[in-house]
């Protein structure tokens, strides 16, 4: 079945407000091969002249899937999780962001598109994060979803 793109884009997705925690970014940095003191150690951060461990690129992503449910928004949308995969991840940063801050995101879904005909849709998420009222960064999500149903051009 394809996507309804105005129930789509009317969708409402409920804010989420995080805090950043010293551990997850450490584990964060194991995960990702990241060695350096400043991304373990506190002391070695504050040498570099950062107030705590940074956030770095492309953790926020990982903040959208501690949420208790991160796919949620597509059960909304009678999507069927088997037949998601992810196409496109992109960051724009403002500012910087450190442990001990408190994020919220705000997510909404800003377009869908049908490839092929209908087979396959891409379903674009948007996010920002904002650290009180000022941004700290956005974040863009394309879902490739295939629609079984559709036919082929």
């Not at 409402?12 to 950043?20: E, G």
């Not at 551990?23 to 990702?32: D, K, M």
């Not at 070695?44 to 926020?60: E, I, K």
Request: glycine letters at 8%.
């Amino acid at each position: 079945m394809p996507i309804d793109r105005d129930r789509a884009l009317a969708l409402v997705i409920p804010d989420r407000t995080v805090t950043v925690e010293r551990g997850a970014l450490r584990a964060f940095a194991q995960a990702t091969g990241d060695d350096r003191p400043a991304s373990h150690e506190v002391a070695a951060a504050r040498g570099d002249g950062a107030p705590d461990l940074r956030v770095p690129p492309t953790y926020f992503f990982s903040l959208e899937l501690f949420a208790p449910d991160p796919f949620g928004f597509l059960s909304d949308l009678d999507i069927d999780l088997r037949h998601v995969l992810h196409g496109e991840q992109h960051f724009e940063y403002f500012t910087s962001c450190h442990a001990g801050d408190e994020l919220t995101l705000r997510s909404r879904i800003t377009d869908v598109t049908a490839k092929k005909g209908g087979p396959m849709e891409l379903l674009t998420k948007e996010t920002d994060v904002h650290r009180g009222d000022a941004p700290v960064a956005r974040m863009r999500t394309v879902l490739v979803v295939r629609n079984p149903a559709g036919s082929a051009a």
